[in-house]
């Protein structure tokens, strides 16, 4: 630890991802050592000063606080990571960017395009570092996807789909609103599967193919009430609970894109597949360490889908690990975020997706809902994402 200069972490929100980017910070000293800046996890909040304590014991943060305004005004706060629910990002995001903190926030950036317009301003006037949590894009599988498609060996991109499938709210007693629920609940989560779901599968198509220029969706709100954990009582149900949609990107290709919580027997199938000229590629996060790639150039008599085990030293991210033919997971796509963002520091590069990036998301994501609501094509306004090499 010696000559490392600190980043003094203030982390909001000691749920999931609070969890997720807790263990990323803790693996960064033995996994990047090269890196100039450590992580240190000074203060964590929670609403509930026993839940805050046990929090901060189990993941080694120094102190905890129970509003998160405090740890915005505490001076030994370098960087403000949102691991909140969606409704706190701009008002957290705001704060901490007035006090000229750094900010990791958690997707989707925000409720609304006007919310996250206001925070891409604000981190933009401040001059702070910035980055939002699109974890999926550090999958090594899924950067050797962008690697290969930024090589040409796809030629022309035609076509990229996506879904993302989940079964947990078909039961129709699930309330809405309150700590675990707030998903379902259109106030807090500003909409259903399109923010919480299909802005990851945007994100990685803007990423990996091309801006998304228009959109034609259409959004199904299978169960119409709920009881609401705040009031009690049966109140409508404002999320979309499936969504699917048609675009055109930027490059001339067609995306289909599709993300559900009613498809029974699917937990988190996340998948994407892109139809080049000269060869395919797809992926699935259910086997994340693979990579499937068809090449037309193979000699014909062998020639079929390739499944690569990303596994190899001289694949992204892997050296940092163990030996190939070994799989790494989920929460080492966070662990790999959160060692850019240090690298980030250290170049002066932005680290993305920025708040500029995810801004790109949310118009699509915005777009999406309207198209829903019209029931007519409407264009994004996207602009193509910037990028960065990170650390790996
Ligand atoms: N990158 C990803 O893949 C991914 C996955 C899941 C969630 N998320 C995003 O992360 C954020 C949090 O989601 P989660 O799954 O961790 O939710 P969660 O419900 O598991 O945890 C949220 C935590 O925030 C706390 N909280 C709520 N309001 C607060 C406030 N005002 N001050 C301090 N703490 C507060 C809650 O008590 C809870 O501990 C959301 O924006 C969500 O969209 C991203």
Redesign the pocket.
């Known amino acids: 630890m010696k000559n490392k200069k600190e980043l003094r972490i203030g982390l ?7 969890r997720t980017h807790s263990n990323a910070y803790n693996r960064i000293a033995n996994f990047f050592p090269e890196l100039e800046y450590r992580p240190l996890l000074q203060t964590v ?4 000063e026993d ?1 805050a304590r046990a929090f901060a014991a189990q993941w080694g943060y120094a102190s905890f606080e129970t ?2 305004k405090a740890v915005i005004d505490r001076k030994d706060i370098d960087a403000v990571d949102i ?4 409704d ?2 701009a008002e957290i995001a705001l704060a901490a960017a007035a006090a000229g903190k750094m900010i990791l926030c ?3 950036l925000a409720r609304t395009l006007a919310e996250a317009q206001m925070m891409t301003d604000a981190v933009e006037k401040a001059g702070v570092a910035n980055t939002v ?4 894009r550090r999958i090594p599988a899924v950067t050797l996807a962008k690697q290969i498609v930024d090589s040409g060996k796809l030629g022309r991109i035609f076509h990229y789909r996506a879904n993302f499938l989940q079964d947990w709210t078909i039961n129709a007693d699930l309330p809405q609103g309150g ?2 629920l ?1 998903r379902l609940d259109l106030a807090a989560a500003g909409s259903g599967v399109t923010g ?1 779901l299909l802005a ?1 599968c945007v994100d990685t198509a803007m990423w990996i193919n091309d801006a998304i220029t228009d959109v034609s969706a259409t959004t199904e709100t299978f169960v119409t009430e709920r009881v609401h954990q705040a009031t009690g009582k049966k109140q409508k149900v404002g999320i979309d609970d499936a969504c699917i949609f048609s675009c055109h990107f930027k490059n001339g290709s067609l995306g289909v894109f599709e993300a559900t919580r009613y498809a029974r027997g699917h937990k988190a199938l996340y998948t994407f597949e892109i139809n080049g000229e000269h060869a395919s590629i797809r992926w699935d996060l259910h086997d994340m360490n693979r990579l499937e790639y068809f090449d037309h150039a193979d000699d014909s008599q062998v020639r079929g889908w390739r499944s690569i085990h990303v596994t190899d030293g001289d694949q992204p991210y892997m050296h940092r690990w163990w030996i190939p033919g070994t799989s790494i997971g989920y929460e080492h796509s966070f662990v790999h975020q959160a060692a850019d963002f240090l690298k980030s520091l250290e170049t002066g590069e932005p680290c993305a997706p920025t708040f500029r990036d995810a801004l790109q998301t949310q118009k699509v994501c915005e777009a999406v809902i309207a198209s829903a609501n019209s029931r007519s094509w409407q264009d994004t306004g996207a602009e193509p994402l910037t990028g960065s090499p990170g650390a790996r």
């Open positions: 909001i929100g000691g749920g999931l991802m609070g909040c929670s609403r509930r839940k509003d998160w691991c909140a629910p969606n706190t990002h958690e997707k989707p949590w699109y974890n999926y700590d675990a707030w919480d990851h």
